[in-house]
């Protein structure tokens, strides 16, 4: 699926990014950018460019978009396996 946000999102930092990955994610939202839905969660997202993920969670209620976490795309592993999303406590 393709996600892409129609105005300029407000974007919460819950684990210290850097100000270039927040400017980052604003970007691919305006854009449009593939996406996958989190299977166990609504309204969490895993949102790739070339080299990273993206995990977030978009708020039905207000639009807001709260980035949880980052890591570094290996595609070898990608192509071999399905993604792994954490369990809710």
Known sequence: MTLRLHQMPIVEDLRNHSPETMEELRQLLVSGTPATADPHRCHFYEVQNCSEVFYIHVS????????LATWKKDEEAAAA?????PQAV
């Not at 039905?60 to 980035?67: A, E, I, R, W």
């Open 60 to 67: 039905p209620n207000t639009g807001k978009v709260y980035l």
């Open 81 to 85: 396996t399905p993604p792994v999303y």
